[in-house]
């Protein structure tokens, strides 16, 4: 009796770490193969640079590596374009030439074995290149125009007796967000009451306040080409007015988002902001 019951607590026992056993297995073979992926909760508790090893950074790279020189490629093209539009508009090569980038060129991208500090240099490459172009083609359209408008259409006479002495057309950090912002014109600092002048012909087609450019004209000269002076104190013109070029429109000042007295002058071609300097300089 006492040996049976031995045996049987013997058993039992064995019955009892085979089951365990097997639960174990069989957790084993269920959950890992699943913890294999993104979201696995163990993986989830690491810290990021950590999970970067894990996965497959090289891949992501390459990606981004194949669309920079997609990109690169556009631009290619768009250079083409340009290079066919100034010999249309007859602008010599050199003109052209004038506007450079500086230090031009960066770093070669091979989508093999790209670092994330080339990529990064090969975007900050390319965004540079995208400046130019878009600057090249700026001039171009500017010249474009001077070639097919009337004369006094052209929005080439200042606003102001004074020359553009702050922020200029272009990227710059916002004075009021503290952020990097693109300034759609032209500013020229002038004391308030200063007189402003319609840089072309044309009929006014706003005249009136508005939150963030204050006092504002807006006259359109035809061809999709209109001027805007912002931030007056005296609008002189109304909506609908016809003036010509070098009239007397309003006053300079400091109303809506304005930190001081000054002149916002616009050169907008259906809608799109063209640096102004390109038409003031001839
Ligand atoms: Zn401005």
Same mark, same amino acid.
Request: hydrophobic content about 45%.
């Given at each position: 009796?006492?040996?049976?019951?031995?045996?049987?607590?013997?058993?039992? #026992?064995?019955? %009892?770490?085979?089951?365990?056993?097997?639960?174990i297995a069989l957790t084993l073979a269920i959950i890992l193969p699943q913890a294999d992926g993104r979201n696995n909760p163990v993986r989830a508790l690491l810290p990021s640079q950590l999970q970067f090893t894990l996965h497959h950074p090289q891949k992501d790279l390459d990606a981004l590596a194949l669309q920079?020189?997609?990109?690169?490629?556009?631009?290619?093209?768009?250079?083409?374009?340009?290079?066919? %539009?100034?010999?249309?508009?007859?602008? *010599?090569?050199?003109? %052209?030439?004038?506007?450079?980038?500086?230090?031009?060129?960066g770093p070669q991208v091979n989508p093999q074995d790209i670092s994330e500090a080339q990529l990064q240099a090969g975007i900050?490459?390319?965004?540079? !290149?995208?400046?130019?172009?878009?600057?090249?083609?700026?001039? #171009?359209?500017?010249?474009?125009?001077? !070639?097919?408008?009337? *004369?006094?259409?052209?929005?080439?006479?200042?606003?102001?007796?004074?020359?553009?002495?702050?922020?200029?057309?272009?990227?710059?950090?916002?004075?009021?967000?503290?952020?990097?912002?693109?300034?759609?014109g032209l500013d020229f600092t002038a004391a308030t009451g200063t007189p402003i002048h319609a840089a072309a012909g044309g009929r006014v087609t706003f005249a009136e306040q508005t939150p963030d450019y204050g006092k504002i004209i807006k006259i359109n000269h035809g061809s999709g080409?209109?001027?805007?002076?912002?931030?007056?104190?005296?609008?002189?013109?109304?909506?609908?007015?016809?003036?010509?070029?070098?009239?007397?429109?309003?006053?300079v000042g400091n109303t809506g988002r304005s930190t001081g007295p000054h002149l916002h002058f616009e050169v907008r071609r259906d809608g799109a902001p063209m640096d102004p300097r390109k038409f003031l300089q001839n």
């Open positions: 009796m006492a040996r049976a019951k031995t045996l049987t607590m013997f058993q039992i #026992l064995l019955v %009892l770490l085979t089951v365990s056993a097997i639960s920079l020189g997609e990109m690169h490629a556009r631009i290619m093209r768009l250079d083409a374009l340009s290079t066919r %539009l100034a010999k249309m508009a007859g602008i *010599k090569e050199r003109d %052209l030439d004038a506007i450079q980038a500086p230090g031009a060129g900050a490459d390319l965004a540079q !290149q995208i400046e130019l172009k878009s600057d090249r083609l700026s001039m #171009l359209e500017a010249m474009l125009l001077q !070639q097919t408008m009337q *004369k006094n259409m052209l929005p080439d006479n200042s606003p102001v007796n004074v020359g553009y002495n702050s922020s200029s057309f272009g990227w710059r950090v916002d004075p009021f967000s503290g952020r990097s912002a693109f300034h759609e080409l209109e001027t805007r002076y912002a931030h007056a104190s005296e609008l002189l013109v109304k909506a609908g007015d016809v003036v010509r070029k070098g009239q007397l429109i309003a006053r």
